[in-house]
């Protein structure tokens, strides 16, 4: 079993910046790809940006390239989303999620999730 618990969500304005954290605990952290998704009111949770268990290869959404920054310390067991220019369509309940497959993109091939945390862009 992995636990996951996000922190780092609110509200900011258009342009502004957040950085979600997500700490993990339980088997080893380092063995698993560790990702970001997202999920707006009545949307279907899609994935933001995805990192390797070395860190050595990401994922983003095409949404979100060159914005946000996913970023790992596994000697600290936490994955961070460094999100900046952020726009009023990244509000989402944000949540970390962990797999054992290499990058996957879709939300059915990761096995644990944090609760989520909120992020709201006002404009």
């Known amino acids: 079993q992995v636990q996951l618990v996000e922190s780092g969500g609110g509200l900011v304005q258009a342009g502004g910046s957040l950085r979600l954290s997500c700490a993990a605990s339980g088997r080893t952290f380092s063995a698993y790809t560790m990702a970001w998704f997202r999920q707006a009111p009545g949307k279907e949770r899609d994935i933001v940006a995805a990192?390797?268990?070395?860190?050595?290869?990401?994922y983003y959404a095409d949404s979100v390239k060159g914005r946000f920054t996913i970023s790992r310390d596994n000697a600290k067991n936490t994955v961070y989303l460094q999100m900046s220019s952020l726009k009023p369509e990244d509000t989402a309940v944000y949540y970390c999620?962990?797999?054992?497959?290499?990058?996957?993109?879709?939300?059915?091939?990761?096995?644990?999730w944090g609760q989520g945390t909120q992020v709201t862009v006002s404009s």
């Open positions: 999620a962990a797999s054992g497959l290499i990058l996957p993109s879709t939300a059915g091939r990761y096995n644990y």
């Open positions: 990192i390797s268990w070395t860190g050595g290869s990401t």
